[in-house]
């Protein structure tokens, strides 16, 4: 057991993932006053000593992302003058992950660009869930612990007993993520080709495997607009002859039309997690549910402050 206090403070961004997180440790929340000056500028008081405590911030950096990546950074800052013993990220969700590359010249590589900053900042470790890339843990020279959501979506479709399944995986660069879900069924692995002509648009060619007569899964890192995962899904349904199609994410971005998107799709349901806070009311979409990640991203602090291991965690 650590001899150093184990702390947890929240921005902004999803307070509601903190407080159950806190609950299920059976500790309060810690102090921190997060609010604005009048231009803008992030404003934050910590209201409580962290000397010699091990700090553990939750903060995915949704939207607004960069009012939610500030608030981070000046909090990180803030307790590494306090003189805290250990500063550790908990961003379920990272922003700014989609251009972990150039994929053209003169693109940024913004995912690299944040990771500076949370190092740069005084974070000694980050804990995150499902990356964009996995390759963006080589952007950081501190601990990343990858924290996968597919053991709790597994969990909840094997508890609706669902017969005759098949994974589906959006995209040739989601094959891994949806093997990871079709090995946990149990059942077999297919995947859509398509094209994206350019951001947010896409384009389904076809389906490598057998989905006729079957129930499908899709799974997915993130859904934004929905135009991938609805437009794939009226494909299974309607030309590759799919019985049911449900859909899975760990972070729901959701930004318009994708709830409207999703209620005229063909999904009969979309499984997410609360990386980031939904948003909307139940009436909107009620064909979205949701898993709480609480108690594993708890399990995993508990583990880091204790010095056990989390991989364990994985399985």
């Not at 959501?149 to 995209?171: C, F, I, M, T």
């Amino acid at each position: 057991m650590s001899g150093a206090s184990l702390k947890i403070f929240t921005g902004n961004a999803n307070p509601e993932l903190a407080q159950e997180i806190t609950e299920y440790l059976q500790i309060r929340l810690g102090k921190a006053y997060v609010s604005k000056f009048k231009d803008g500028e992030i404003r934050l008081e910590v209201g409580e000593s962290v000397r010699g405590d091990d700090v553990f911030i939750i903060q995915p950096t949704c939207a607004p992302v960069n009012d939610n990546l500030m608030e981070l950074l000046i909090m990180a800052d803030a307790v590494k003058r306090a003189s805290a013993r250990s500063i550790n990220a908990v961003i379920p969700y990272y922003g700014y992950a989609r251009q972990e590359r150039q994929s053209k010249p003169r693109d940024p590589i913004s995912a690299k660009l944040v990771a500076n900053l949370l190092m740069a900042s005084g974070i000694d470790r980050m804990i995150t869930m499902d990356l964009h890339t996995s390759a963006i843990q080589g952007f950081f020279d501190i601990p990343v612990d990858h924290m996968p959501a597919a053991p709790l979506l597994a969990n909840y479709y094997q508890s609706k007993r669902l017969e005759d399944l098949v994974v589906v995986s959006p995209d040739i660069g989601g094959v891994a993520r949806a093997r990871k879900l079709a090995d946990r069924l149990g059942c077999p692995l297919a995947i859509i080709d398509k094209r994206r002509p350019e951001p947010n648009k896409s384009e389904v060619m076809g389906v490598i495997g057998n989905v006729e007569g079957k129930n499908v899964i899709m799974i997915d890192d993130m859904i934004d607009t929905a135009g991938t995962i609805t437009h794939g899904a009226d494909f299974l349904r309607d030309q590759a002859g799919a019985n049911e199609v449900y859909a899975c994410c760990t972070h729901a971005i959701f930004t318009p039309p994708a709830l409207e998107r999703i209620n005229n799709s063909a999904l009969k349901e979309v499984l997410v997690t609360n990386t980031i806070p939904l948003r909307h009311s139940p009436e909107e979409c009620v064909k979205i549910q949701q898993v709480s990640i609480a108690p594993l991203l708890s399990e995993a602090i508990l583990r880091i402050h204790e010095n056990l291991s989390v991989s364990r965690l994985f399985d």
